[in-house]
């Protein structure tokens, strides 16, 4: 079942660093507890505004509803459970590349607002919490009962894809104009991470950014692959590449490597390569008036969406992120476009290139 309570590290501003995460791990000992011989097993994620739980049980009447009554942890538990998140928190840091796109960038480009950090947590103020403020922090935050969307495997029953959504309801996404110009951060390996921040009224629109990424890919692997010689790209979106979560806004991460031996370059430049050659191929398109490329990354999307119907695990959290936030979720529908429609997909995807290029000009 996916167990997705409101309320994520965004809370940290106040308790301090790491006190979602903590929460997290308070709350799947609770859910152990309550579920007794039925557990299994169990994932969690704290993101920004959310705290996300996939739990895996024995039987298919072994659910948590609405409610859950908090376990109380002892001063030993609560040791051990700071030890555990201390190691998470030692691994997740050193993974270069993780920091640089799920904590650096959203920082810099302020996409979850100010003081904002990752939800990993700072080991030196998880060792300050005591039993008694935890459950008050938890008190204050969750209440003795939170509010829970739950979906269970069972509730999918009778789910099917609804194909009467057409792609352009939304207002469309825009990318939000750095000030300071492109945001760069170092990761790990010789990669560099540019990110841009994206906004978007409707979070159905988000799709655009990974159709973004769908049509840079085949742009770096097949015509820019004369510009992108000795340089490997690397694109993500999202912390930890989720979406939908950051709640009007989203981000999207472009890591270049240089090869070995490869001319120097300054990676504004690299990206102003790969942005132009996809400038140009999307003129190319749109100029024959029937987008072979904008078909193409339909069809990259209905592959995608494909496999995320083919996980049940996906799909559950997927109709229960749609509860919480309203609405069945976007990445459940697929549609189906006509010639005129492709084209003018086209012309809106290259209306989105071009503010990015203008972002990585403005620091040349
Ligand atoms: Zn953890």
Same mark, same amino acid.
């Given at each position: 079942m996916s167990v997705i309570i409101d309320g994520g590290a965004n809370e940290d501003v106040v308790h301090g660093a790491g006190f979602a995460h903590l929460r997290e791990h308070w709350a799947l000992a609770s859910f152990r507890r309550a579920l007794g011989d039925d557990y299994v097993m169990a994932t969690a994620q704290t993101l920004q505004y959310q705290t996300e739980f996939i739990i895996f049980v024995r039987s298919a009447d072994a659910v948590v509803r609405d409610r859950i009554d908090w376990w109380q942890w002892s001063t030993a538990d609560l040791a051990e459970e700071v030890a555990v998140i201390d190691s998470? =928190?030692?691994?997740?840091?050193?993974?270069? @590349? *993780? &920091?640089a796109v799920d904590r650096e960038l959203p920082r810099r480009l302020g996409v979850f607002g100010p003081e904002t950090d $990752? *939800? +990993? *947590?700072? %080991?030196?103020? &998880? %060792? *300050? $919490?005591?039993?008694? @403020?935890?459950r008050t922090a938890v008190s204050q935050t969750w209440g003795d009962r939170p509010a829970m969307a739950v979906t269970t495997a069972r509730d999918l029953d009778g789910w099917g894809p609804n194909d009467d959504l057409r792609p352009f309801r939304g207002q469309g996404v825009t990318v939000r104009p750095a000030s300071e110009g492109p945001v760069t951060v170092a990761g790990g390996g010789g990669i560099t991470y540019c990110g841009w921040h994206f906004d978007y009224r409707d979070r159905r629109d988000l799709r655009a950014v990974d159709d973004l990424v769908t049509l840079l890919t085949l742009v770096a692997r097949d015509n820019g692959a004369r510009e992108a010689q000795g340089y490997e790209f690397d694109f993500r979106i999202g912390q930890f590449g989720e979406r939908h979560v950051a709640r009007g806004s989203d981000y999207l991460a472009v890591g270049i490597k240089c090869e070995p031996g490869s001319p120097v370059v300054r990676t504004a430049a690299v990206i102003d390569q790969l942005l132009e050659s996809t400038r140009a191929v999307l003129r190319a398109d749109i100029g024959v008036g029937d987008s072979r490329l904008a078909m193409g990354i339909d069809r990259h999307r209905l592959l995608r969406q494909a496999r995320i119907n083919q996980s049940i695990v996906q799909r559950l959290v997927l109709v229960n992120r749609a509860k919480l936030l309203g609405g069945e979720d976007p990445v459940l529908h697929s549609a189906e476009r006509d010639s005129s429609e492709l084209?003018?997909?086209?012309? +809106?995807? &290259?209306? &989105? =290139?071009?503010d990015m290029s203008v972002d990585v000009g403005?620091?040349?």
């Open positions: 998470e =928190i030692v691994a997740a840091e050193s993974d270069m @590349n *993780g &920091l $990752w *939800g +990993y *947590g700072d %080991r030196e103020s &998880l %060792r *300050g $919490w005591t039993v008694d @403020n935890l084209t003018a997909y086209a012309q +809106y995807l &290259l209306t &989105l =290139i071009d403005t620091a040349a």
